[in-house]
Nanobody, 116 residues
Framework: QIQLEESGGGWVQPGGSLRLSCTAS????????MSWYRQVPGQERELVAT???????DYSTSVEGRFSISKGDSLRNVYLQMNALKPEDTAVYYC??????????WGQGTQVTVSS
């Protein structure tokens, strides 16, 4: 089992910044990659960014150049720095753990609202 806890969501004006954090606990040594997803009501969950234990990183085209994913000493702590936020970035952001084997895990989500 792996448990994920997100923090750092909130309200920000367009052009502002927020930093999301995700802390993993449990069998964290089994994690191959950590990702951030986001979801707007009525829409499918969208992959935002991924980082692997080897440090490989991918971003969706909608956030590339504005968002930055990083990790601490290991994938137990993963961060999403969000800059130049737009109203269309408003969503619930979820942390996701992808182990080398077995089931995948989700956090409970944190709301990000971008509005003036």
């Amino acid at each position: 089992q792996i448990q994920l806890e997100e923090s750092g969501g909130g309200w920000v004006q367009p052009g502002g910044s927020l930093r999301l954090s995700c802390t993993a606990s449990g069998r964290t040594h089994e994690i191959y990659a950590m990702s951030w997803y986001r979801q707007v009501p009525g829409q499918e969950r969208e992959l935002v960014a991924t980082i692997t234990d080897g440090g490989n990183i991918d971003y969706s085209t909608s956030v590339e150049g504005r968002f930055s994913i990083s990790k601490g000493d290991s994938l137990r702590n993963v961060y999403l720095q969000m800059n130049a936020l737009k109203p269309e970035d408003t969503a619930v952001y979820y942390c996701h753990a992808d182990p080398y084997w077995g089931e995948k895990y989700w956090g409970q989500g944190t709301q990000v609202t971008v509005s003036s």
